[in-house]
């Protein structure tokens, strides 16, 4: 089994390149690109405490990237989280968040955030058969809740919470 | 004289309308959004508190943005700035930079980082005069020292740091 670990920067190098394979399928290289993008070496650079890697072996098979507000002492947000495809349909996804959200948990977060885009049917259904809520957007698309332009002009977004006080 | 304020979550939609149109110029409309998606609505919604916004009137003129590392308690790191272009010469960035790193390091942050591309020659030379100093990377350009693929596959960049102890 797979074992988890916290994340360090020098993790980011094969992280993108994680990215650029993983996705690589089912994106154009230029949507693989923008993809990696979301994924600065910042993030493991000041973040890499909260970030949390399942090696297997020497391979890294998934990641989550996230971090905890500094605006506030409540949330704890989730920004990136990719598995390897082959692995998928094996509950990695949901043992990263429940490591995440226990480890926030611990350090007295109350609330876990996350956003996806609402293209993203596989992200919406795990987020919410992990418990998370949908935050209220200005529009409904087909019954789902969703904040236009959220993170720049077309980038909509749909916003997941979930209570994660022990 | 334009009033500097701590930045909010609401400004991120003024913000990127800002980066695409000061950068609109000098930029491909691809390069454009590029840059906006260097800047996610997570750094004003989680990091505002160490962001600074320059107002003039209701018009945003500059701004910085900004967080402290949360891996250890000596680094701050500015990661994103923008200045109107018509108040480019002003010294606008470095009172940006002057009041980001005063406030940093009366939260007892030691360490100013940021980080550019080898190829933006006014941010290096701005860098310099601020009395940054280059971090080595792993080749040289020109004299510039320069980190290959340090934010992913063809992501070269330039590390700056600065000792801000009060």
Redesign the interface.
């Known amino acids: 089994m797979p074992a988890l670990r916290q994340a360090n920067v020098s993790d980011h190098?094969t992280l993108?390149e994680c990215v650029?394979q993983w996705w690589g399928d089912s994106r154009t290289p230029e949507q693989a690109r923008?993809l990696?993008?979301?994924?600065?070496?910042?993030f493991l650079?000041?973040?890499?405490?909260?970030s949390l890697i399942l090696e297997d072996g020497t391979d890294i098979r998934a990641f989550l990237i996230g971090?905890?507000?500094?605006?506030n002492d409540t949330?704890a947000?989730i920004?990136f989280v990719g598995v390897d495809p082959k692995l998928r349909g094996q509950g990695i996804a949901r043992r990263l968040y429940t490591a995440f959200s226990q480890r926030a948990a611990e350090e007295g977060r109350t609330e876990a955030r996350a956003i996806t885009s609402p293209m993203n049917a596989g992200s919406i259904a795990f987020h919410r058969a992990m418990g998370f809520s949908l935050e209220k957007g200005d529009r409904e698309d087909d019954g789902l809740s969703v904040h236009t332009?959220?993170?720049?002009?077309g980038q909509d977004r749909v916003c997941f919470y979930k209570k994660i006080a022990l």
């Open positions: 190098g993108v650029h923008e990696s993008l979301l994924l600065p070496r910042l650079q000041f973040f890499s405490g909260t971090f905890y507000a500094a605006d949330e947000y920004h332009s959220y993170d720049g002009p």
